[in-house]
T-cell receptor
Framework: DQQVKQNSPSLSVQEGRISILNCDYT??????FLWYKKYPAEGPTFLISISSIKDKNEDGRFTVFLNKSAKHLSLHIVPSQPGDSAVYFCAARRRNYGQNFVFGPGTRLSVLP | KAGVTQTPRYLIKTRGQQVTLSCSPISGHRSVSWYQQTPGQGLQFLFEYFSETQRNKGNFPGRFSGRQFSNSRSEMNVSTLELGDSALYLC?????????????????FGPGTRLTVL
């Protein structure tokens, strides 16, 4: 039973345009969410996080939106750059479960020049 | 500041053998978590250590074990290796074990150890 879903395995976007990556979760006990970026042969790199008490968090070109009622979050990258091409993972943590994060399967983003 | 380091980076073993992987967290980080990444299952949580104590454990058999030392370095061990244990094993460190929705502590990952079981 996949508790964190990323239904788009891949996404292609033109350089300079907006990239929107989506993530859905099923467990209403999740209270903290993160996005990671992963290049081949490297470990995931932290991008941005959001706690369940907020509905938006922004850091430079990256913005994460959380819709708790829909159990949905999204990552917006504006403007997209070729260096953003990577696999993006959404991760969620349940309150009082420490650092036991549940990861989605990932979405491969390709930013075309 | 150095990142999370994992050794070795690559490892080839045969079925039935055992293996020990090592992780050195970012200086000052006291929480270490381990994950297994496979093409079919994605990233799955193995366990988390803080102050030399296991705080959380994922749904893996007892063949998978770990420990943390007083300097926060951690090792994980897999005994009686099976073909299905072939995976990328990732270690992540954070300052503290995060609690509650107001905590913003974040995990930082190492490059991983690629284990191949033949």
């Amino acid at each position: 039973d996949q508790q964190v879903k990323q239904n788009s395995p891949s996404l292609s976007v033109q350089e300079g345009r907006i990239s929107i990556l989506n993530c859905d979760y099923t467990n209403s006990m999740f209270d903290y969410f993160l996005w990671y970026k992963k290049y081949p042969a490297e470990g995931p790199t932290f991008l941005i996080s959001i706690s369940s008490i907020k509905d938006k968090n922004e850091d430079g070109r990256f913005t994460v939106f959380l819709n708790k009622s829909a159990k949905h979050l999204s990552l917006h990258i504006v403007p997209s750059q070729p260096g953003d091409s990577a696999v993006y993972f959404c991760a969620a943590r349940r309150r009082n479960y420490g650092q036991n994060f549940v990861f989605g399967p990932g979405t491969r983003l390709s930013v075309l020049p | 500041k150095a990142g999370v380091t994992q050794t070795p980076r690559y490892l080839i073993k045969t079925r039935g053998q055992q293996v020990t992987l090592s992780c050195s967290p970012i200086s000052g980080h006291r929480s270490v978590s381990w994950y297994q990444q496979t093409p079919g299952q994605g990233l799955q949580f193995l366990f988390e250590y803080f102050s030399e104590t296991q705080r959380n454990k994922g749904n893996f058999p007892g063949r998978f074990s770990g420990r943390q030392f007083s300097n926060s370095r951690s090792e994980m061990n897999v005994s009686t290796l099976e073909l299905g244990d072939s995976a990328l094993y990732l270690c992540a460190s954070s300052l503290f074990p995060a609690e509650g929705a107001t905590s913003t502590d974040t995990q930082y990952f190492g490059p991983g150890t690629r284990l191949t079981v033949l």
